[in-house]
């Protein structure tokens, strides 16, 4: 986790496995604000191993949002895709609508009301 001094924190994300004798992430660079959200879903019709889901805000200056106020989320989907040996991003959209952020929240809370479209992605992006 990285703080710049600031009402903000960066969190790197690793998912960790041993491949001779070395520990190797599969996950490419993911990293999540205190704004943001993830997931873990379990959809075998896409995966054979469970999806990382995350959402991340979009902090639009040029609209004068505040750090904590309503946003639009960019929401990524990592699926595990066996030839490569890793997870890889299967999707990436920013939301049609904006989303609380933690000046009315304790919690951001986007993927469950986002889950259809992510569906809906994957089974579109997979095929």
Request: with cysteine; aromatic share 14%.
């Amino acid at each position: 986790m990285f703080s710049g001094c600031g009402s903000g924190t960066l969190t790197r994300f690793s998912l960790l496995t041993v491949r001779g004798g070395d520990f190797v992430n599969l996950l490419p660079k993911v990293g999540l604000t205190n704004q943001s959200e993830y997931k873990i879903w379990n959809l075998p019709q896409y995966s054979p191993l469970p999806i990382l889901v995350t959402a991340d805000f979009i902090w639009d200056f040029d609209a004068r949002e505040t750090h904590f106020a309503h946003h639009y989320y960019e929401v990524d989907a990592y699926a595990f895709d066996a030839k490569a040996g890793s997870y890889l991003r299967r999707i990436s959209y920013r939301t049609k609508r904006r989303y609380a952020g933690l000046d009315n929240l304790d919690a951001i809370h986007v993927l469950e009301v986002e889950r259809p479209t992510v569906v809906a992605k994957l089974r579109t992006g997979l095929r």
